[in-house]
């Protein structure tokens, strides 16, 4: 009888977790990346207990603190120690807030890499970038790192903004553009 009783339980709990996980309506943003098996995205904040489960928790059922990236390990970071790119997602030139899905995450920071040597059009803004725009172009633009180094950039994710001025910086062109559901800036 015992026996039965605990795997009742655990499936009780399988049942809650399903139940609320069907309740709220909405999967975290992070859900889709997970399931679909593509580039994850991890926040970092510059509170820790935002993305940290308590540590005072005693159940098995806490998610980690840091979701497993795909990265590519073959080579080693450049100039980089290894425990600077931990939380660094690698990401292609086409990828933006709106694509990666963060860009609802108003006031999360996240800390990207771009490969060298690539580029995107896709950039509308001045400091401050629509979410629909290159984050690897806007890191450029801003003068983060150079098109043919490639780097980390950090960005910050903004709410809506009523309009972007165009620019010309360091080699690359930014639109203007009107009002957008959200936005990003480049952190330094």
């Known amino acids: 009888m015992a026996e039965g009783k605990n795997s009742n339980g655990l499936g009780q709990i399988i049942a809650a977790i399903a139940i609320a996980l069907l309740a709220g309506g909405t999967a975290p943003w992070w859900w889709d990346k997970l399931i679909d098996n593509e580039t ?3 926040p970092t904040t510059e509170n820790p207990e935002e993305v940290q489960n308590d540590s005072d928790s005693s159940d098995d059922f806490s998610q980690p603190t840091e979701p497993s990236l795909n990265r590519d390990t073959s080579q080693p970071p450049s100039d980089n120690t290894p425990s600077d790119n931990i939380g ?11 694509s990666l899905g963060i860009n609802k995450s108003e006031a999360e920071i996240f800390v990207f ?13 001045t400091e ?3 979410g629909s725009s290159s984050i690897c172009e806007a890191a450029v633009h801003t003068g983060v790192f150079a098109r043919e ?21 360091n080699g690359v062109l930014s639109r203007g553009y009107g009002s957008y559901s959200s936005s990003f800036i480049i952190l330094p």
Request: proline letters at 2%; one cysteine or more; a positive charge.
């Open 40 to 42: 994850q995205v991890s």
């Open 88 to 98: 660094v997602i690698a990401i292609s030139w086409n990828d933006s807030p709106s």
């Open 113 to 125: 890499s771009c490969d060298a040597n690539d580029t995107s059009t896709r950039l509308y803004g």
């Open 128 to 130: 401050m970038y629509t």
């Open 149 to 169: 180094q490639g780097g980390n950039v950090s960005i910050e994710v903004k709410g809506k903004q009523q309009s972007f001025k165009g620019s010309q910086r």
